[in-house]
């Protein structure tokens, strides 16, 4: 049909990113005080990534330390240019459509405040509804709506520079959404709050998700955040998505389970689990087997896998909820 707005608000396909990175070492004449050759070195950030999120979704993006995370937030909200791969969202490439593409999107970097630091709360507001040429009366609408569900009343006349972080980081999520943004990034809005403010930012982002349907995308360490957000969970692991599937999948899949780890001396060792046995990955001699503990005891697994194949290492992980994304993130270690 002509016109029809694609179903997929975020299309990523095949995307990668690489970063030049200039290192010193001691080059040829090394021994010489003060010398050294300059190299630039590789560093791919995001390895060929490929998902398409829709309307309403609440995505939770997680992974450890440099997984790649901030990287992706960062070329879908149009800062940094993608090595290959294709990505849109709301069917414009972000970094070619920088200024059209922020008018329907909300970003938070929770670790950097996009306010303006001398400025009080509300006449930072007011700038973005000059920034963004948000008509008055929704202005006045959206400021209500938002800032009465993150009581902010008291802190409209407050500089940014003397807020608590938790009252910055509701003024920073009511600044991102104050143009009605189709899609919002937040990448870690929770960090460093403490219960109360960290639960009134969960039930708001859940408020505005249901109600107003705005596609939400999330990074986060906190898997509390995940539990309580994130319908879909994507886990990114150095650069590649390693998982992602509906949070209750997850835990459908791993939550009963406990998930034996096993090095097996060669490689294909030619083994065939049944009775509820599943290999949940494979890499070069490792393989993670699950089962549930309802059906098996461990020591019966255990033995059941010694006895198949010359092993050379074995481990039994619990897996909890926060364990289980821990788990399928060990899977590199
Ligand atoms: N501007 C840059 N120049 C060089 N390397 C970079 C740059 N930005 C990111 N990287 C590297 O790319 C990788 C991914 O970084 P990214 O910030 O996306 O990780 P992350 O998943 O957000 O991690 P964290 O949980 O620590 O925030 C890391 O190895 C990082 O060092
Ligand atoms: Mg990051």
Redesign the pocket.
Known sequence: MPNQPPNEVIKISQLT?D???SESKPGFMGSIRGLFSWETRN?R??DGISMEIKKGDFVGYV????????????ILTGI?VPTSGEVTVNGLVPYENRIENAKKIGVVFG?RTQLWWDLPVGESFDLLKAIYEIPHKDYEANLAYLGEILALKDLLSVPVRKLSLGQRMRCDIVAALLHEPEIVFL??PTIGLDLIAKDQVRKFLKKINAEKRTTIFL?T?DMGDIDYLCERIVI?DE?KIIFDGLRDELKKLYGRTRVVEVEFQEENPGIRFDNGLQVIREENRKKWISFDRKDHKASEVLTSIINSAPVKDIYLHEAGVAEIVKTIYEKVS
């Not at 992974?63 to 960062?74: Q, V």
């Open positions: 990113k970063f030049k990175i560093k950030a995001l992974g450890e330390n440099g997984a790649g995370k901030s990287t992706t937030i960062k940094l670790q990448d870690e990074t360490h990114l650069g």
